[in-house]
C-alpha cells in the first residue's frame, strides 16, 4: 500500500468535537443494545435515516427483543418490515438472530469477526454492531465513510477512485483513536451524510477542512461530473425489485393467500394466461428466497403444500403466501 499522510491526532479530535455538537438525534445512537443496534444497521442498508427512524421505532415496539423476533413467524416479520424495501433484509435479520438464540444462548457476540459469521451481516455490519453496542475500537467501512476517507487522505475519488477498497479499510482501522471507537465512527458516518455528500462537499462547515487533500479540487470535479451515466437506465417500474415488491405487498395484504391468476392481474391490468410463466418467474425467485411459500388451492378453498408447478390446467390457481 502507498504511504499517504493521515489526519493527526489534532485533526481527529476536530472531528470527534465538531459531532458532539452537530450530531443528528438518532434513536439508535441512544442505546447500546446490541439487538438495537443490529436491527438499526439492517434497516440503515440502502434506507435514509429519515425513513428509518419510524419504521425503527414501530419493529422494536412489535419485536422488542431478540428472543422475540428470534421466535416470530416469518411472514409477520416481513409484513412489519413494510415501507422499507430489499425484504430479503428482513429475513437475514431474523435468521441472524435465531443462530444466536440457538448457537449463543440469546447473547449476541461481540467479536466482529464471529458477528459476520451470522446470516446476513457483512464486515461492515459486524463493524458497527461491535463499536456501536460494545464500544470496540475497530476501523470499518460504509459508503460515507469510505467517501470521507478517500477525500481526506488520497484527494477526491471521482471519476476514478485514487485508494483501493482494500487501502481504505486499512485506514479506517488505523486513523481509529484509542478508547474512542464509538464517537470516531459515529462522527465520520455524520460527517459523510450531512456535509461530505456525493454530489456536494460543504468545505467551509467541514473540521477536516484543512487537512483534506481533497479541498482544492473537489468542488470544481463535483460540478463537471455528469450527473447521469450515457446508458439509460432501466426504469424501475419495470424492474423485478418493482415486480417482487408489489407481490409481497399484495401477500401482506392476504393472509390466507393470493393465487398466481390474482397476483397476475395486480401487477398486469392485460394479464392472461399466456403470461403465467412470467409470473411465475418472479414467484420462483421469492419463494427461492425465503420470501413467500406456495400451495394448491382446493375445492373447499384449503390449500396444501405443493412441491412444484406442477398443476396443469389450474397451474394459476396455486395460492402463494407469506412464510408461516
Given at each position: 500500500?502507498?504511504?499517504?499522510?493521515?489526519?493527526?491526532?489534532?485533526?481527529?479530535?476536530?472531528?470527534?468535537?465538531?459531532?458532539?455538537e452537530?450530531?443528528?438525534?438518532?434513536?439508535?445512537r441512544?442505546?447500546?443494545d446490541?439487538?438495537?443496534?443490529?436491527?438499526?444497521?439492517?434497516?440503515?442498508?440502502?434506507?435514509?435515516?429519515?425513513?428509518?427512524v419510524?419504521?425503527?421505532?414501530?419493529?422494536?415496539?412489535?419485536?422488542?427483543?431478540?428472543?422475540?423476533?428470534?421466535?416470530?413467524?416469518?411472514?409477520?416479520?416481513?409484513?412489519?418490515?413494510?415501507?422499507?424495501?430489499?425484504?430479503?433484509?428482513?429475513?437475514?435479520?431474523?435468521?441472524?438472530?435465531?443462530?444466536?438464540?440457538?448457537?449463543?444462548g440469546?447473547?449476541?457476540?461481540?467479536?466482529?469477526?464471529?458477528?459476520?459469521?451470522?446470516?446476513?451481516?457483512?464486515?461492515?455490519?459486524?463493524?458497527?454492531?461491535?463499536?456501536?453496542?460494545?464500544?470496540?475500537?475497530?476501523?470499518?467501512?460504509?459508503?460515507?465513510?469510505?467517501?470521507?476517507?478517500?477525500?481526506?487522505?488520497?484527494?477526491?475519488?471521482?471519476?476514478?477512485?485514487?485508494?483501493?477498497?482494500?487501502?481504505?479499510?486499512?485506514?479506517?482501522?488505523?486513523?481509529?483513536?484509542?478508547?474512542?471507537?464509538?464517537?470516531?465512527?459515529?462522527?465520520?458516518?455524520?460527517l459523510?451524510?450531512?456535509v461530505?455528500?456525493?454530489?456536494?462537499?460543504?468545505?467551509?462547515?467541514?473540521?477536516?477542512?484543512?487537512?483534506?487533500?481533497?479541498?482544492?479540487?473537489?468542488?470544481?470535479?463535483?460540478?463537471?461530473?455528469?450527473?447521469s451515466?450515457?446508458?439509460?437506465?432501466?426504469?424501475?417500474?419495470?424492474?423485478?425489485r418493482?415486480?417482487?415488491?408489489?407481490?409481497?405487498?399484495?401477500?401482506?395484504?392476504?393472509?390466507?393467500?393470493?393465487?398466481?391468476?390474482?397476483?397476475?392481474?395486480?401487477?398486469?391490468?392485460?394479464?392472461?394466461?399466456?403470461?403465467?410463466?412470467?409470473?411465475?418467474?418472479?414467484?420462483?425467485?421469492?419463494?427461492?428466497?425465503?420470501?413467500?411459500?406456495?400451495?394448491?388451492?382446493?375445492?373447499?378453498?384449503?390449500?396444501?403444500?405443493?412441491?412444484a408447478?406442477?398443476?396443469?390446467?389450474?397451474?394459476?390457481?396455486?395460492?402463494?403466501?407469506?412464510?408461516?
Open positions: 500500500m502507498t504511504q499517504r499522510p493521515l489526519p493527526s491526532t489534532t485533526a481527529r479530535q476536530r472531528l470527534i468535537d465538531w459531532y458532539h452537530h450530531h443528528r438525534a438518532l434513536p439508535w441512544e442505546t447500546r446490541p439487538y438495537r443496534i443490529l436491527v438499526s444497521e439492517i434497516m440503515l442498508q440502502q434506507t435514509q435515516a429519515e425513513r428509518v419510524p419504521k425503527y421505532h414501530e419493529f422494536l415496539a412489535r419485536f422488542p427483543t431478540l428472543a422475540a423476533l428470534a421466535d416470530a413467524p416469518a411472514g409477520e416479520v416481513i409484513r412489519a418490515w413494510s415501507g422499507l424495501g430489499y425484504n430479503r433484509r428482513a429475513l437475514n435479520l431474523q435468521r441472524a438472530c435465531r443462530v444466536v438464540a440457538e448457537e449463543y440469546g447473547v449476541m457476540p461481540s467479536d466482529p469477526g464471529v458477528l459476520a459469521k451470522l446470516p446476513g451481516i457483512g464486515p461492515y455490519t459486524a463493524g458497527a454492531v461491535a463499536c456501536f453496542a460494545f464500544e470496540a475500537d475497530v476501523g470499518f467501512v460504509d459508503t460515507n465513510i469510505r467517501r470521507v476517507i478517500h477525500r481526506v487522505v488520497a484527494g477526491p475519488e471521482l471519476p476514478e477512485p485514487a485508494m483501493t477498497e482494500r487501502e481504505v479499510i486499512e485506514v479506517a482501522r488505523e486513523l481509529v483513536p484509542a478508547g474512542q471507537g464509538y464517537v470516531w465512527n459515529q462522527a465520520l458516518m455524520e459523510g451524510a450531512t461530505c455528500r456525493t454530489r456536494m462537499a460543504e468545505c467551509a462547515r467541514c473540521p477536516l477542512e484543512r487537512d483534506c487533500r481533497a479541498r482544492p479540487l473537489v468542488q470544481l470535479v463535483l460540478a463537471t461530473m455528469p450527473r451515466v450515457a446508458k439509460k437506465p432501466e426504469r424501475f417500474e419495470s424492474s423485478n418493482y415486480y417482487r415488491g408489489r407481490i409481497v405487498a399484495a401477500l401482506r395484504e392476504s393472509p390466507d393467500g393470493v393465487s398466481l391468476r390474482d397476483l397476475g392481474l395486480a401487477l398486469k391490468p392485460d394479464f392472461d394466461d399466456a403470461d403465467a410463466d412470467w409470473v411465475i418467474g418472479h414467484v420462483v425467485g421469492l419463494v427461492r428466497d425465503g420470501l413467500a411459500v406456495r400451495g394448491v388451492a382446493t375445492s373447499a378453498g384449503a390449500r396444501e403444500d405443493s412441491p408447478y406442477d398443476a396443469g390446467e389450474s397451474e394459476l390457481d396455486e395460492l402463494i403466501r407469506l412464510p408461516d
